[in-house]
């Protein structure tokens, strides 16, 4: 274990219907929000030494997601999901999406020439959204679907590929 890491207990899968493992998604989802949700974190973190409001890291400010071929990502990012377009640099592409920023890049060293992390794009109409963006040409793996029920609100995620196969999905946290 890690100096300053706690470990949370497992909590069992909900009955859901995911393309995902549920049992390792909830499990990973659900002791976090119950422990951000009760409004005391912020103060046992600082009680037991960890972060404070002085921390240095503040939020994501950019999130690269790897291409083979940067200007068929570029139109899709652009065009069908409707990313706003900031600029190009050389090999890099840049979008913005609330306030973090999207690099579209080829992998130079061979260690990064894989699959990205997932990116979860927020939305409010989760159905609605699905429709324009399969109107748009995205090709969906799934229907929305109910991830999760939390004490204010449902979770609905679906899935999608970009052009080079890299899995994102779309999430609305409804109440």
Excluded at 27 to 55: I, K, N, Q, T
Excluded at 148 to 163: I, K, S, V
């Amino acid at each position: 274990m890690v100096p300053g890491t706690r470990l949370y207990p497992l909590v069992p899968p909900l009955p859901v219907q995911s393309s995902l493992k549920p049992d390792h998604l909830l499990s990973a989802v659900l002791p976090a929000y119950a422990f951000w949700a009760d409004g005391a974190w912020a103060e046992r973190r600082r009680r037991r030494g960890g972060a404070s409001d002085a921390d240095p890291i503040t939020s994501i400010g950019q999130i690269a997601i790897t291409t083979k071929d940067v200007p068929r990502a570029v139109a899709f990012y652009r065009d069908r999901l409707g990313l706003e377009y900031l600029f190009e640099a050389g090999s890099l592409a840049f979008f913005m999406c609330g306030g973090v920023r999207l690099m579209l890049s080829q992998p130079e060293p061979p260690e990064f020439d894989h699959s990205c992390s997932i990116v979860y794009f927020r939305v409010e109409d989760i159905v609605a959204a699905r429709s324009d963006l399969i109107d748009r040409g995205v090709p969906f793996d799934d229907e929305p679907h109910l991830i999760a029920r939390m004490p204010d609100h449902e979770l609905w995620m679906t899935f999608f590929r970009d052009p080079d196969e890299n899995v994102h999905g779309l999430m609305s946290e409804v109440r």
